[in-house]
Nanobody
Framework: QVQLVESGGGLVRPGESLKLSCAAS????????MGWFRQAPGKEREFVAS????????DYADSVKGRFSISRDNAKNTVSLQMNSLEPEDTAVYYC???????????????????WGQGTQVTVSS
């Protein structure tokens, strides 16, 4: 059974940075596509970033391009999301997601992922 556990959320001020991490277990991590999504109260879950199996391909939502960076460490079975220049609009629960098929590319829709973490809260407020 695949398990994804996010960490690193918290309360920060606008303009500050935060790094989220997700630890995966239960399946060969290197043959996976990993993604980050977020969901604010009253809104649908939205795509943030995705990275293919070897880190050679990444994709970002327009709203975070240039501010967020996704990376992975296959030796440690982790994926990270470095978030810089945070804005109040980034406030949401952030979820880590994984898929273990067709892992050469990236994916931006929630239904394209099979496994999800429990989420970690990120709040950006002055």
């Amino acid at each position: 059974q695949v398990q994804l556990v996010e960490s690193g959320g918290g309360l920060v001020r606008p303009g500050e940075s935060l790094k989220l991490s997700c630890a995966a277990s239960g399946r060969t991590y290197s043959t996976s596509v990993m993604g980050w999504f977020r969901q604010a109260p009253g809104k649908e879950r939205e795509f943030v970033a995705s990275i293919n199996w070897n880190g050679g391909s990444t994709d970002y939502a327009d709203s975070v391009k240039g501010r967020f960076s996704i990376s992975r460490d296959n030796a440690k079975n982790t994926v990270s999301l470095q978030m810089n220049s945070l804005e109040p609009e980034d406030t949401a629960v952030y979820y880590c997601a994984a898929r273990y098929t067709d892992y050469g590319g990236t994916y931006s829709h929630p239904h394209e992922y099979n496994y999800w973490g429990q989420g970690t809260q990120v709040t950006v407020s002055s």
